[in-house]
């Protein structure tokens, strides 16, 4: 599975960016699919995900409200729409993909894209 993030941009504090994760190879075999965020001195942290069958979503609790993950399984794409983005939005956000084989889990990793919300 290989996967390429986009959307990413500079944008001023209350604003909005749409990240787009295009999926390709295996993407059968994806199970769920999730944005994770990596802020400079942070450890990566999961921002939102959401599964391939039901469409069953999460977030972390400090975007609740404000982003929102869709996918489109036909277009093996999936996106973050972030609304009323804040200065600690500012982060290297990336697509992963689960898959599920048998009882392991195998995760796979886009390239990264910048966000950057400026006062």
């Known amino acids: 599975v290989q996967l390429v993030e986009s959307g990413g941009g500079l944008v001023q504090v209350g604003g909005s960016l749409r990240l787009s994760c295009a999926a390709s190879g295996s993407t059968f075999s994806i199970d769920a699919m999730s944005w994770f965020r990596q802020a400079p001195g942070k450890q990566r942290e999961m921002v939102a995900a959401?599964?391939?069958?039901?469409?069953?979503?999460r977030y972390a609790e400090d975007v609740k409200g404000r982003f929102t993950i869709s996918r489109d399984n036909a277009k093996n794409m999936m996106y973050l729409q972030m609304n009323s983005l804040k200065l600690e939005d500012t982060a290297v956000y990336y697509c992963?993909?689960?898959?599920?084989?048998?009882?392991?889990?195998?995760?796979?990793w886009g390239q990264g894209t910048q966000v950057t919300v400026s006062s």
């Open positions: 992963n993909a689960g898959a599920l084989y048998g009882s392991s889990w195998s995760f796979y």
């Open positions: 959401i599964t391939s069958g039901d469409g069953t979503t």
